[in-house]
T-cell receptor, first 111, second 115 residues
Framework: DAKTTQPTSMDCAEGRAANLPCNHSTISGNEYVYWYRQIHSQGPQYIIHGLKNNETNEMASLIITEDRKSSTLILPHATLRDTAVYYCIVRDNNAGNMLTFGGGTRLMVKP | GAVVSQHPSWVICKSGTSVKIECRSLDFQATTMFWYRQFPKQSLMLMATSNEGSKATYEQGVEKDKFLINHASLTLSTLTVTSAHPEDSSFYIC???????????FGSGTQLSVL
């Protein structure tokens, strides 16, 4: 799997949008972009994934650049419970392989 | 969404004892399960991949005789930490996948503390 680069940490004010960037410049055509988050002392939680098109679900939106070399996870109205480590991962679904976790971004939502 | 149940949530044991951790897929059949380990303030590190009915594949540096994995059914995988020592204290997390290109779902993790 290609590697990803994320900022180590970010702060966000409660109620504002949190925009978490991820670089994946070596992503291949078959690789999807996945986002998971891990709240302290819990297992990772799936958020969203996409291949080329932007995606939106009840948790977040995923914006993927046209060249697919970077993406942004958007939490539209961050709450204190969104404080967590957010992992951006690229994975070839057809390879059926595991997820390789990088360092992630520690998002702190502040009141 | 799919649910993966992991038990126990935490365990404290004496050095030299063995500990078994269970991972169950509750509403889907998991052909493949993955076991991760996470030390404080670090990311998840893959330990092994287990496919139902076959031997697990271990990552480099992970002792297969120490971390025994059994995936005897499509809904259950177990990780047994044998002869645990304090350095085995960690957060162990399982994940499961239904189909080949399905997204992964994670258990809630097991905090192991070896005294």
């Amino acid at each position: 799997d290609a590697k990803t680069t994320q900022p180590t940490s970010m702060d966000c004010a409660e109620g504002r949008a949190a925009n978490l960037p991820c670089n994946h410049s070596t992503i291949s055509g078959n690789e999807y972009v996945y986002w998971y988050r891990q709240i302290h002392s819990q297992g990772p939680q799936y958020i969203i994934h996409g291949l080329k098109n932007n995606e939106t679900n009840e948790m977040a939106s995923l914006i993927i650049t046209e060249d697919r070399k970077s993406s942004t996870l958007i939490l539209p109205h961050a709450t204190l419970r969104d404080t967590a480590v957010y992992y951006c991962i690229v994975r070839d679904n057809n390879a059926g392989n595991m997820l390789t976790f990088g360092g992630g971004t520690r998002l702190m939502v502040k009141p | 969404g799919a649910v993966v149940s992991q038990h126990p949530s935490w365990v404290i044991c004496k050095s030299g004892t063995s500990v078994k951790i269970e991972c169950r897929s509750l509403d889907f059949q998991a052909t493949t399960m993955f076991w991760y380990r996470q030390f404080p303030k670090q990311s998840l590190m893959l330990m092994a991949t287990s496919n139902e009915g076959s031997k697990a594949t271990y990552e480099q540096g992970v002792e297969k005789d120490k971390f025994l994995i059994n995936h005897a059914s499509l809904t259950l995988s177990t990780l047994t930490v044998t002869s645990a020592h304090p350095e085995d204290s960690s957060f162990y997390i399982c994940s499961a996948r239904g189909g080949f290109n399905e997204k992964l779902f994670f258990g809630s993790g097991t905090q192991l503390s070896v005294l």
